[in-house]
């Protein structure tokens, strides 16, 4: 059959021939009625399946031309309508001529049931005397009505589109905003480039993170503005991946340092797909995001990182240096107190005596070494007290201009309402010491010395950047030069013991770890800041305190009385020491008993029935520990009197027992005048 479908809807003609099926049928296509007519006067048309309302000539005209027009009249014509407005429509299309009125949607068995039943009645005599009454005035009428009822109908349909569309216009426009709003609060810029005619589409986001001025250049002037910002490496990177997305669509991401027009400094994360077709980039789609916060927080992070290992790795060494420097001071104690035993004894023109001396004086020099070794470990016994910045560099002014030489310009800045801190005087003068003649050394053309100190209320951001420091109140302590200063390198290693960039034998290397020892047992920290060529900078900060002044007790001048043959008892492991101590303290007027360990002295006292007038005993020992050995003498025999000696700081001899604090303490190595006066000290508990 050949089939002449009306419809000014194209897609309509689709769902009637699927409908339908091609195989037995063709169709033709008209989108109205005068189109429909061109082609009824020109092919051999079956059947006519029109729509109603159409532009240029609706369905109803339609019929009434077929039904007048002897050539056509006798073809089917069958309404199949979407917009059925009412039963007198079809009462219309019946009467204009039409044989049926089907309305849409309408089942496909149904349809052709329907066109089946038309095509039969195609000659019968009642549809041809009916087709006739199409003049009838009434039926004109009803045209009319049905016309401007369909268009009313239509006009409505429009209006609701109209209304929807202005909806649809709202939700666009609000998704717009939200969409800038958020690519505002994620700094994240869009961009798409269209390859064919080289087009560059910028969101407003991407303008601003750049500093352009929307609008004011285009084109392949923004890929040149924006490629300026990136470092040299990123650049090229980028225009690598640029060419490799354009020829084989290869997406790709990069994170660079940025600098905008207005000279920012960002770091960004740009990233792009490319759109393609048939194998080719149409279009270029990337996105550009300010990470600088993220950025900033991980190099925060790595800092933080940075210096906890950089104090990880001066306490392992603290530790090594300061057990080390402990063996040192036994073995000095035996070598200075041998030492000073014969020169005691030597004859003042003995040719020997010379040789004693260069014993004795090297011994001396290792012990002073021993002792920086045991500051920066932090295991010198120090003498903490309430102590104020101002006063330390005041008494110390006239040695250090003298020591700064005149070549040098020397600026003090104290500052007022220093907080006073609790502190080692001695080690506080030693760390500005230091610092001053490190200065020095590193102006040799001259150059200005600052010595600053201020109080500092520390916030919670620097707090957090400083895991390493406690209290909120600092003394602060800057002493900068404008010498020669340090490279990065260099910096790593300066609070490490023996690291020196001086000649050999110009320097030890232990200056700066003695600071760093004095300071960290006094709970500060030291920061410092240096470029090379440009000075350094080295600041302390120590915590506040609130306690109040410690009146330091005026030490007992030593009387150099001896001993009137009481029994001294000595525990030492070491037999070297034991043996030295025993010797000394018999040629003071002592008796002397030795026992090598707390154990033996126990069975001396208790088992054979000794009875010291004193205990002389080392802490750290195989067994039990001499502060073991001083609670249990104390709690049997009170009337005995005890010394304790070592090598070790009183924090460390602390983890072997509360150590009373009436018991005098002596540090090795010791002289016999420090001896002495201590067994005085002790004698008189
Ligand atoms: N103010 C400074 N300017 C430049 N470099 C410095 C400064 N202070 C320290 N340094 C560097 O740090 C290194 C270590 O300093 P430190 O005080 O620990 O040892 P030293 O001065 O070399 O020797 P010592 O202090 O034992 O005489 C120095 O050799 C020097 O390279
Ligand atoms: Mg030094």
Sequence with gaps: MRILNVDDNSDNLLLLQSLLGTNDNTFFDAKNGREALKILAEQEIDLVISDILMPIMDGFTLCKEIRSNPKLHNIPFIVFTATYTGQKDEVLARKMGADDFIVKPCEPDELVRRIDKTIKHQNSRNRLEDIQTYNDETVLKLYNERLVRKLEDKMLEMENEVLERKKAIVALQRSEGILKATQSLGKLGGWEIDMQNGEVYWTEEMYR????????????DLIAASLEGYPEESRLKLQEYF??????GTAYTLESWFTTQKNRKIYIRTSAIAKMENGKTTHILGIFQDISEQKNAEIKHQELMQQLRQAQKLDSIGQLAGGVAHDFNNILTVILGYSEEILN?????????????EIASAGQRAATLTRQLLTFS????IKPQLMNINEAIGNLSKMLKRLIGE???????????VPEFMADVGQIEQVIMNLVINAREAMQMGGTLTIKTFGYTADDSFCSTHPMISGKHFAVLRICDTGSGMDKETMEHIFEPFFTTKAKGHGTGLGLPTVYGIVRQAGGNIHVESTPGKGASFVILLPATEQSLETPTAPTVPTHTTGNKELVLVVEDDPAISDLSGKIIQKMGFRVKLASSADQALVMIEDEGLRPKLVISDVVMPGLSGIELAAIIKFKHPEMKFLLMSGYTETVIAKHGDVDPKIPFLHKPFTHQELLHKIEQALET
């Design 378 to 381: 932090r295991k010198q016994v």
């Design 209 to 220: 993170l750049h500093d352009i001025e929307p609008g004011s250049i285009s084109g392949d």
């Design 345 to 357: 004894t030597l004859h003042q023109r003995d040719p020997i005596r010379q040789d004693i001396q």
């Design 243 to 248: 060419q490799t997305i354009r020829e084989k």
């Design 407 to 417: 070549d040098i310009d020397f600026v003090l800045d104290l500052g007022t309402n």
